[in-house]
């Protein structure tokens, strides 16, 4: 991925964030296919709702793991990026109708996972995920105030 270097995917691991989502779920796909090691956040182990589908994957078996993280907590940050060579955030609240704490949370959960990969000297890459939800120029605004303020 940098500059011609070749990866080996065998030994690549990859942080989806909100790997249960429509989005992440593809992205867990593809890269289990390309035959990466995946681990993906979820809110909950529990919800076998949207943890089944990913362990369903082919190669999910050998090459997916499961890790509970909160948009809304630091602590489960540090140990999701643990060992992670490139991290995908796909993760987001998505509601039907967004309100500030649907916001606060989008923003504040990535200010958290960035935050996270900074801390971890085995992430290369970070690439972040968003939808159409986002169009929002309160939120953007609020984005790049937090941003420039914190980094």
């Not at 390309?34 to 993906?40: E, H, L, N, P, S």
């Not at 078996?61 to 948009?71: C, G």
């Amino acid at each position: 991925m940098d500059g011609g270097d070749q990866i080996d995917p065998s030994k690549t691991r990859v942080l989806v964030t909100g790997s249960s989502g429509y989005l992440a779920t593809h992205c867990v796909q593809q890269l289990l296919n390309a035959g990466y090691i995946v681990r993906g956040t979820v809110r909950s182990l529990k919800n076998e709702k949207k943890v089944k589908p990913l362990r369903s994957l082919p190669h999910a078996y050998e090459r997916l793991e499961l890790v509970e993280a909160d948009l809304d907590n630091d602590d489960s940050w540090i140990s999701a990026v643990k060992d992670c060579d490139y991290v995908l955030h796909t993760a987001s609240p998505f509601p039907i109708v967004a309100d500030e704490k649907c916001i606060e949370t989008a923003v504040n959960g990535t200010l958290r996972v960035l935050k996270a990969c900074a801390k971890e000297f085995s992430v290369k890459k970070v690439v972040l995920t968003s939808s159409c939800a986002a169009i929002n120029g309160k939120l953007f605004i609020t984005f790049i105030y937090l941003f420039d303020t914190i980094f």
